[in-house]
């Protein structure tokens, strides 16, 4: 297959109609370009360029491929002009995955600043309910980064977000409210608001639970930690719910855990070299784990 560069020598000559002023624009010396076209030609398996005494011209082959040269090099040229584009934020796609209980409290406002700084660079957003489903989308070229929990098996590229801490909802009327802390022990047999086990905090959650030697209850199951906030401010049981779940205005009574139960939250990163998923990683990390002065004061 021709050279790029066999097929710019080509396009030079043929511009120039001298091998001497074709190499001066090139900035090679005449037997390297003498080179590079007799590479050519051997490929093509026959003359491109006839040489004259007073310079050279296109023979019947180099006139059929002159115009196929000429747009091999303009698609090059357009390869790395998009490239460019695309690592200044001009262009190209950026696939980004989530956990669900993370999009809205922790991602959305990253998302809503970076579509506003490069709305040329086309964003695309999976949710999923696990860690290890998010590590399993960046490792299977699904996803350029992923937001949520650390994984338990990740030997990629990641960076650290922050800490985010698991608190309980319960009822207003709820005999624990008056609490001003819940462990797990006074947990056991209280009708909780339990997890979907395809949530990744249901399996998480037990494992914390049975640290302590106490077995949850779930009274029922939901895929969405704010909905299990909601359930729980209705009066159905208590639930744990991380403080990204957690929405303003909630009913509910809230209480922190003791000893405090706490998740470190990562962006895996699938190309550590690619400056637009290194740049939106930064982004992600500078906002970090936001929690609400309001939800702070209903803790305290």
């Known amino acids: 297959m021709p050279t790029l560069r066999a097929l710019e020598c080509l396009v030079a000559v043929l511009d120039a109609g001298s091998m001497t002023e074709a190499a001066a624009v090139l900035h090679m010396s005449q037997p390297a370009l003498s080179h590079q076209l007799a590479a050519l030609e051997r490929e093509i398996g026959a003359p491109v360029v006839e040489r004259l005494p007073r310079g050279v011209r296109a023979t019947v082959v180099g006139r059929a491929v002159e115009a196929d040269a000429r747009a ?85 590229s990641a960076e650290t977000v922050g800490v985010e801490e698991v608190v309980a909802v319960l009822p207003p009327n709820h005999p624990l409210a008056e609490a001003k802390s819940l462990d797990f022990e006074r947990l056991r047999d209280e009708p909780l608001v339990h997890y979907h086990a395809d949530n990744g905090l249901a399996g998480w959650l037990d494992a914390e639970a049975a640290r302590h030697g106490v077995p949850l209850s779930p009274v029922m199951r939901t895929r969405q930690a704010s909905t299990a906030a909601q359930l729980a401010a209705a009066g159905l049981g208590i639930a744990l719910i991380p403080t990204t779940g957690l929405v303003a205005g909630l009913p509910g009574v809230l209480r922190r855990l003791r000893p405090a139960l706490r998740r470190e939250l990562v962006c895996l990163i699938g190309n550590p070299s690619d400056p637009v998923v290194r740049r939106f990683a930064a982004d992600v990390v500078k906002r970090g784990v936001p929690v609400p002065t309001a939800l702070v004061a209903r803790l305290e």
């Open 72 to 156: 091999a090099l303009a698609a090059a040229d357009r390869v790395i002009g998009s490239g460019r584009a695309t690592a200044r934020g001009a262009g190209g796609q950026l696939r980004v995955a989530c956990a669900e209980s993370l999009t809205a409290g922790l991602l959305a406002p990253v998302l809503r600043t970076w579509i506003r700084r490069n709305p040329l660079v086309r964003l695309t957003l999976t949710e999923a309910t696990s860690a290890d489903a998010l590590a399993e989308m960046v490792d299977s070229d699904r996803a350029d980064v992923a937001v949520g929990p650390r994984p338990s098996h990740w030997a990629g």
